[in-house]
C-alpha cells in the first residue's frame, strides 16, 4: 500500500506510532534539556554511574514500520536521578576498556521486544591496549532501540569510575547548541599558514552530532598584531585524522586593532558522533596575530547544529 490513512480522520483508528511519527516533525533522537539523563560517576563510588532524571527521544529502529520509514520517536521520562544507575563489569587487569551507558527502549507490541519496560543499560567494551574516551577503540555498538548517554573509560585494574573517564555522548533533541562567553585571555599565532594556537589557550566547544544537518559556527573578538601585516581566521575540525579546516575570512593588511567576526555554515558531511570545534588564526611568520578578550570586549564562541533544516531542495 503505497499512501496510509491519512491523519486524522473521526470514524478511522489509529496507532500511537502515529504519534511517535509527529514527534519527528520538529525533534530528533536524543535528551530534550541540558542536564537531562546525564551520566556521571556514582557518588557512592565504586563502578557504578549516577544517571540525572530527564526527558529523552529515543527512534524505534526494529519491528514493522507503524506508518511507513519509522517507528518514530519514543518519549521516556526519569523523573528522579537514579543512584547506580548501572553497574560496570570488573576492570582488565592489564588493558583499558571503553563501556557505553545507554538508554533502552523497549515495545512488546511495536517493536517485536520480550517486554515493554525501558532500562538504562551498559555495553561492555573490549579490553584494548591504547583505548581512550576521545578514540573510542574497542568500543560496542549501541544496540537497535537504544539512546546512547555516555562513554566511560575503565581504566586497567581500576576499582571505581572517576568523574575524569566519563564522556558525555548524549544527542541533542533539538539539535546541538553550545556557546561559550570569555571576558579575559589571549590566545595567538605567528606561523605560516593556519593553523591551532600557538600561545594561551584557545575556546573549544565539543559537541554531540546526529551526523543529518549542517553545523553553524559563530566566533567574534578583537585582536591586536604587534605590526599591521596579513592575519586571519576559520574553524578547525579537532579530533578528525587529520584536523580538519574550514578556511574562514582573510583580513589583509589591518591595523593595530581590529574586530574579527566568524560565521560558518560547515555542510562537511559529518557522521554521528562527538566532534571538537575551535576557531584558528593565520600568521604570515613574523607578526603575532592575538585574539584577545576583555570584560567591555567579551570573545564569544558558538556551535550549532541545524536540526531543523531540510536539505536537498533545489
Not at 7 to 27: K, N, P
Not at 253 to 281: I, K, N
Request: aromatic content about 6%.
Amino acid at each position: 500500500m503505497a499512501l496510509r490513512n491519512t491523519a486524522f480522520i473521526d470514524t478511522l483508528t489509529y496507532g500511537f506510532e502515529w504519534l511517535r511519527l509527529m514527534l519527528e516533525a520538529g525533534l530528533q533522537e536524543g535528551v530534550l534539556n541540558a542536564g537531562d539523563m546525564k551520566v556521571t560517576a556514582a557518588a557512592a563510588g565504586g563502578m557504578k554511574v549516577d544517571i540525572a532524571a530527564g526527558t529523552a527521544f529515543v527512534k524505534g529502529d526494529t519491528g514493522p514500520p507503524g506508518t511507513g520509514l519509522t517507528q518514530g520517536l519514543y518519549v521516556q521520562v526519569n523523573d528522579a536521578a537514579v543512584a547506580g544507575a548501572v553497574a560496570l563489569d570488573a576492570a582488565h587487569g592489564s588493558l583499558p576498556r571503553i563501556d557505553l551507558i545507554v538508554l533502552q527502549i523497549n515495545d512488546a507490541t511495536d517493536l517485536g521486544t520480550a517486554g515493554s519496560t525501558p532500562a538504562f543499560a551498559k555495553v561492555t567494551g573490549a579490553a584494548t591496549s591504547g583505548a581512550t574516551r576521545d578514540n573510542m577503540s574497542g568500543a560496542g555498538v549501541v544496540p537497535a532501540n537504544a539512546r546512547l548517554l555516555a562513554a566511560v573509560l575503565v581504566p586497567a585494574a581500576s576499582t571505581a569510575v572517576v568523574a575524569g573517564n566519563v564522556c558525555d555522548r548524549r544527542g541533542w533533541a533539538r539539535g546541538a547548541h553550545v556557546s561559550l562567553r570569555r571576558t579575559a585571555g589571549t590566545f595567538g599565532r605567528q606561523a605560516v599558514g593556519f593553523g591551532p594556537a600557538e600561545s594561551g589557550a584557545y575556546p573549544v566547544i565539543t559537541v554531540e552530532l546526529s551526523g543529518l544537518h549542517p553545523v553553524e559556527c559563530i566566533f567574534t573578538s578583537w585582536s591586536e598584531t604587534l605590526t599591521s601585516g596579513r592575519s586571519g581566521m576559520g574553524v578547525r575540525l579537532r579530533n578528525t585524522v587529520p584536523d580538519r579546516q574550514f578556511i574562514g575570512n582573510d583580513g589583509g593588511q589591518q591595523a593595530t586593532e581590529w574586530t574579527h567576526h566568524l560565521h560558518e555554515v560547515l555542510d562537511g558531511g559529518f557522521a554521528a558522533g562527538r566532534y571538537a570545534f575551535s576557531p584558528e588564526l593565520s600568521g604570515d611568520g613574523v607578526r603575532i596575530q592575538q585574539m584577545i578578550a576583555d570584560a567591555t570586549r567579551p570573545q564569544t564562541f558558538a556551535v550549532r547544529e541545524l536540526a531543523r533544516q531540510n536539505a536537498g531542495n533545489a
